[in-house]
């Protein structure tokens, strides 16, 4: 299955990764399995956030509460490697659940998605970026 972005969401992230030098960004991503719908950053409480991201509990802790409530359930996240490419680390791997969730991966004006389809472990997903009006 191929998962959409629109090119404006798409351009958001690249810009926000661009605009933190050095550091890894990251944050939730929304909507469903064929479409990332919507995005919201989140502080990366990583010790060391140049080398690795860990999004912010509360935010996660929100989102949860929010989907419950009736909003849409975060499907995965994003996080930028400020040096390296979009595909997952050791740490990456280490951090994945096998759980399904997708994860989106920024280099420089690079972004490839991914899921984690069992723990350590990822697939690549079938990326399609949308021309959008806006
Ligand atoms: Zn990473």
Known sequence: MTLEISSALLGRLLAEAQAAPGLEVCGLLFGTSALIAAAEPCANVAPDPARAFEIDPAALFAAHRRARA?????????????????????????????????????????????????????????????????
């Open 70 to 134: 009736g909003g849409s359930a975060p499907i995965g996240h994003y996080h930028s490697h400020p040096t390296g490419r979009a595909e997952p680390s050791a740490t990456d791997a280490a951090g994945a659940m096998g759980d399904g969730a997708v994860w989106l991966i920024l280099a420089g004006q690079d972004a490839r998605a991914w899921r984690t389809v069992k723990p350590g472990a990822f697939e690549a997903v079938e990326f399609d970026v949308v021309t959008s009006q806006s």
